[in-house]
RNA sequence: GCCGACGUAGCUCAGCUGGUAGAGCAACGCACUCGUAAUGCGUAGGUCAGGGGUUCGAGUCCCCUCGUCGGCUCCA
């Protein structure tokens, strides 16, 4: 048989003969490579090891090192439970099963609803079909043929139908189980070293919410146990960072039923780390040329009808009606927004091309009826402050103003210490305003995250119908992303409100409004913050700064005095007086994850010192009240 | 809003197939006055989320509402 020639991925060439497949190519090259072979990828495609190749491609065999590895396994692990499942409930009929982050899940129509009890009995079927090796089995059909082997299974039926006339169709079978699938698939369902079931949602077929509900099965797969244990860890990581537990044991907030779902409210300590964080934003606005405006917390409907929420929002927002005496009856509503305020200062008088930029921010706390399944602690709130702001500019300044925002953002991410990725949204299909304002406003957005060297992702079509955007997301110390800033051209608004300036030529004209969060809603960095940190705020922030704890009552005069001689200073300090042994006041510190105890005896009280107990490095000795100040302003001033 | 699970003391949880509610921690009181992560003893604390129903009897079974959790959808 003549050979053909494959290309491996550091650029040379292997004759192999003609018919091998992937796998073949493997076993030519080394039997630990066969082995260790789970799917190829040929010239950039993803193909299975049983892959015959044709000559000339560049092959690179993928194996549990590759990036792309864990997909393919998880992918096949979802084929797995999917035939556990059929085994188990043969009536089932499937929706799909991708591999995802961390996973993979499974959508499936069943006539009853899967227990718990169902999961275990599923991960058993699943061991067994694992433990037996079975091989994923592909094959190509034409359409005709695909329709037909799919025929009882609605849900295949309606994604073949939308392929392309021409498309190769490929179908996968291990077991019992065929799917309609592009593959690749490991070799075998031996290849899956650990998986687990991890929960049972409910899930809209095709993600839409007029068709079916299906159940949805997750589960994760990993190549090893070790590997799934860690990963289990990390979720174990994650709960113990959850800031709804946190919230509490550090007395920072709390939800009430009878106050309603989705209104946090601050407690002492809570209320101090979300001050602190406004006021050194303020400050640090002040300085960027921002001015800070305070606006209403409802109004008259007229405004809302004005601004379009009346009609294209009206269902997240809380309306009321007030009777103003004389049978006149007014509607209200509480801002979701704080956009029409905003507009009100800057329409309150003529501007001129000589006053834009104008910039004006508010801590504004907005309300939003969000639906009833989707709050989460404070992370998605009913209540919450946005830091917001509107830059009211010309076009020529949209650029500039946007690299200030990138700038800012930066500035406060680094402060926190989370590392960022930004993504720019374009014109959606349905959507208003001139091509040539929409030109104008993405290429002043991205041509800002050039300037500043930032990379970015483009979701084409996914902005907002009244402009684009930059979307900021922020990576925490345990590698989860959230959305906090956002960067918007607006040109809605600056039409529905009819606001111009004064042009140089003394023509009137639109100005660009520029709308901006940079730590999104407060409640929601707080949150984040609160799991970034795992509540241990740094100094700066941290509600309380140092516990002075007493070893016996004599020595309360003497806390008294450090206490004030600390708050003199403007240092956040407790003193624990209760009667409780010194340890039990040290673990109550270090359960609050305040960064300084200070001990107080005999020993301190007599020379004038405390003994320093940092919470992460431990006793650190006695030193003088006032090199204990001196320390705590070094450490502040590194923020 | 939709699917599923859940809701017992301030917190974490126990309470089997229906027979009149229990622990640890926290709180309060007393004793101990203590040297770097939890002193001992005692006391008090619950309309078992709320409402309705089935039953001789409901924390336990059924229905509704509210809330929480995990997803879906939404995130002008």
Redesign the pocket.
């Given at each position: 048989m003549p050979d053909i020639s494959v290309i491996l991925p550091d650029g040379s060439k292997r004759d192999i003969p003609s018919g091998s497949t992937v796998e073949d190519l493997a076993r030519s090259i080394g039997s630990r490579l066969a082995q260790a072979a789970l799917a190829a990828k040929v010239d950039g495609r993803l193909v299975d090891v049983g892959h015959t190749l044709s000559g000339g491609e560049t092959v690179e065999i993928i194996t549990d090192k590759s990036p792309e590895a864990l997909e393919i396994l998880r992918h096949s692990a979802a084929h797995v439970m999917a035939e556990a499942i059929k085994e188990l409930f043969p009536e089932a009929r499937f929706g799909i099963g991708p591999a995802i982050e961390d996973g993979f899940?499974y959508d499936v129509e069943l006539s009853a609803?899967?227990?718990?009890d169902d999961i275990g009995r599923i991960e058993e079927r699943m061991a067994h079909i694992v433990s037996q090796a079975q091989p994923f089995d592909r094959a190509e059909v034409t359409m005709p043929e695909a329709l037909e082997v799919f025929e009882e299974e609605p849900y295949k039926l309606e994604l073949i139908n939308e392929l392309p006339a021409d498309e190769t169709i490929s179908v996968y079978r291990q077991g019992v189980f065929t799917d309609l699938c592009r593959g690749p698939h490991i070799p075998h369902t031996g290849r899956i070293g650990a998986f687990k079931l991890?929960?049972?949602?409910?899930?809209?077929w095709?993600?839409?919410?007029d068709r079916p509900?299906l159940?949805?099965v997750?589960g994760t797969a990993w190549f090893t146990q070790k590997d799934l244990d860690e990963h289990l860890t990390r979720i174990q990581e994650a709960e113990r960072r959850?800031h709804?537990?946190l919230g509490?044991?550090l007395d920072l907030f709390s939800?009430h039923?009878?106050a309603?779902?989705?209104l946090p409210i601050y407690h002492p300590k809570g209320a101090r780390v979300l001050r602190m964080i406004q006021e050194w934003m303020r400050a640090e606005l002040y300085r960027r040329g921002y001015d800070e405006v305070i606006t209403p917390h409802i109004y008259k409907a007229d405004v809302w009808k004005t601004?379009?929420?009346w009609?294209?929002?009206r269902e997240?927002m809380y309306f009321f009606q007030v009777d103003e005496g004389e049978g006149r009856i007014n509607d209200y509503g509480i801002k979701p927004?704080n956009c029409p305020g905003h507009i009100m200062v800057y329409k309150n008088d003529l501007r001129s091309y000589r006053d834009l930029p104008m910039r004006l921010f508010e801590f504004g706390t907005v309300y939003?009826h969000?639906?009833?399944?989707?709050?989460?602690?404070l992370m998605?709130a009913r209540g919450f402050t946005q830091d917001d702001a509107h830059i009211f500019c010309t076009a020529d300044q949209v650029h500039d103003e946007v690299i200030a925002m990138l700038d800012l953002v930066d500035h406060v991410n680094s402060a926190f210490g989370f590392e960022y990725t930004a993504e720019v949204s374009t014109r959606p299909a349905k959507s208003m305003g001139s091509e040539d304002m929409w030109e104008v406003a993405t290429e002043g957005l991205i041509g800002a995250l050039k300037a500043r060297g930032l990379d970015y992702e483009i979701n084409e079509g996914d902005g907002?119908?009244?402009g684009p955007k930059i979307d900021i997301k922020l990576r925490d110390a345990i590698g989860r992303t959230w959305q906090t800033a956002t960067i918007q051209a607006?040109f809605?608004?600056p039409e529905?409100f009819d606001i111009t300036y004064r042009t140089a030529e003394n023509t009137e004209a639109r100005p660009f409004t520029l709308h901006r969060t940079i730590l999104g809603s407060m409640e929601r960095f707080l949150g984040i913050l609160i799991e970034h940190y795992a509540g241990a705020f740094p100094l700066w922030l941290a509600p309380t700064q140092v516990v002075i704890?007493?070893?016996?009552?004599?020595h309360l005069d003497y806390c008294a005095s450090v206490q004030q001689e600390l708050q003199a200073v403007g240092v956040r300090v407790e003193t624990y007086a209760?009667?409780?042994?010194?340890?039990?006041k040290?673990?109550?510190a270090?359960?609050q994850k305040v960064p300084y105890?200070l001990?107080?005896?005999?020993?301190?009280a007599e020379q004038g010192a405390v003994?320093?107990?940092d919470?992460t490095q431990?006793?650190l000795?006695?030193i003088p009240v006032g090199e204990f100040v001196a320390m705590l302003e070094t450490t502040q001033s590194g923020q």
């Open positions: 899940y609803s899967l227990t718990p991890m929960k049972l949602a409910g899930a809209y095709r993600g839409d919410s509900m159940q949805r997750y959850d709804r537990k509490r044991d939800l039923e009878d309603g779902a989705g601004s379009g929420h009609d294209n929002y997240n927004m939003r969000e639906l009833s399944g989707v709050m989460h602690g998605r907002a119908f009244y607006d809605n608004l529905r704890v007493p070893i016996a009552d004599r209760e009667n409780e042994p010194m340890r039990v040290i673990a109550k270090q359960q105890m001990v107080v005896g005999d020993k301190e003994s320093v107990r919470r431990g006793d000795g006695a």
